[in-house]
């Protein structure tokens, strides 16, 4: 694993970078060090961060389990629809929001009724616009769509923009960056105007943020991950999680999904 991110360094200072921003090549660092891991008991679809919980998605389609974020579990959501094939969830603080294949479907807290929300739609990512307020990475139509709070539904980036967009998440501040194509990282306002756009490592299609604005980048399958600090980014291996599905960051921690059967906890440089 070590040696493929000195060989994708060497790539970087011959290719060098593309868009309007610059990052520097990526330096290859220690593995993080591995804190925690909890087996789950069932096998997962995904996992998110919801405020000072974390929900995780149950491959059955059934219930979304939630843990504190020491990973010790706090209890159950359970769905009042079965997803036949679920793929993943997002939540803000009324609701959260899970999809399969074609559907975004929408749940607020206080009452657990599953709704679809937005069909026709093949969901590669979610960031919150504002609570009950979505954007939507589509991989069906390349775009980025902005649901809003009562369903109404309008193009926010189009394919012009961003090519094949992926995973997506708030920055803050009315910023937002989304993985674009193989190998692009779009950074954009909440207006839809483009700021900037960056390579990163090729293949990225996992990404999560800290509370200090670092971007952890992540490919499903792949034991390392690529931190992006300011223009600075840098490789890192994780030990004991040979086939990451999901990712999302907590009290400075790293919190990996690991083949869908166990939370894998790391410890964040600069955690200290």
């Known amino acids: 694993m070590l040696r493929l991110c000195v060989l994708l360094t060497a790539l970087w200072l011959v290719f060098g970078c593309a868009g309007t921003g610059r990052v520097a090549p990526p330096v290859t660092l220690a593995p993080l060090r591995l804190e925690r891991q909890v087996g789950l008991g069932t096998v997962a679809a995904d996992l998110c961060r919801d405020q000072d919980a974390l929900l995780v998605l149950e491959n059955s389609g059934t219930r979304i389990i939630r843990y504190r974020l020491d990973l ?154 690529w931190i992006l600090a300011g223009n600075h980014l840098a490789c890192f291996g994780l030990p004991d999680s040979p086939s990451p599905l999901a990712i999302a960051i907590a009290d400075r921690r790293l919190l990996v999904l690991d083949s869908g059967t166990r939370i894998v906890a790391y410890q964040l440089p600069g955690a200290d």
């Open 72 to 225: 010790t579990v706090l209890d159950t959501l359970p769905l009042s629809d079965r997803l036949s094939a679920p793929a993943g969830l997002a939540a803000d603080r009324f609701y959260v929001y899970l999809y399969d294949g074609r559907t975004l479907y929408r749940m607020a807290k206080d009452k657990l009724l599953l709704q679809p929300w937005l069909g026709n739609v093949r969901v590669a990512g979610l960031a919150t616009y504002e609570p009950g307020i979505m954007l939507v990475s589509d991989v069906e139509r390349g775009a980025i769509w902005y649901k809003g709070l009562f369903g109404e539904s309008r193009q926010f980036l189009s394919p012009a923009e961003v090519t094949r967009p992926g995973a997506m998440v708030s920055l803050g501040g009315g910023t937002f960056a989304v993985l674009s194509g193989e190998s692009g990282l779009v950074f954009f306002s909440r207006s839809g105007v483009v700021q900037r756009s960056v390579r990163v490592a090729p293949g990225c299609d996992l990404m999560a943020v800290d509370q200090q604005g670092r971007l952890c980048l992540g490919r499903r399958g792949r034991a390392e991950v």
